[in-house]
């Protein structure tokens, strides 16, 4: 019931930066928090950032803290990764979540690769 929309994943080099967006529609209920987890091949799925929307609360994973910012977009139910200092250790897929009172929602995921 919840269309959730990821995008701004690419191909960068180490130390370089990438926006990526998440937007939600079709929920019945309002949407209250929004975040991210990622995975890479083989690997466990990985807790990345959330916020909540109605006060900008926001949680990060200690992999991320200080490189990586999620935000609330102007626009209803849209949310923003910024991630900087990319490393190696970041390449994964990488998806959107939201939570309302039915419960979890979720992307299809975007592709963030880096090189060293």
């Known amino acids: 019931q919840v269309q959730v929309v990821e995008s701004g994943g690419d191909s960068v080099q180490s130390g370089g930066s990438l926006r990526l967006s998440c937007l939600a529609s079709?929920?019945?209920?309002?949407?209250?928090?929004m975040g991210w987890y990622r995975q890479a091949p083989g690997k466990q799925r990985e807790w990345v950032a959330t916020i909540r929307l109605s006060s900008g609360w926001t949680n990060y994973a200690d992999s991320v803290k200080g490189r990586f910012t999620i935000s609330r977009g102007n626009a209803k139910n849209t949310m923003y990764l910024q991630m900087n200092s990319l490393k190696p250790e970041d390449t994964a897929a990488y998806y959107c979540?939201?939570?309302?009172?039915?419960?979890?929602?979720w992307g299809q995921g975007t592709q963030v690769t880096v090189s060293s």
């Open positions: 079709g929920s019945i209920f309002e949407i209250y928090d």
């Open positions: 979540y939201t939570d309302d009172q039915n419960g979890r929602s």
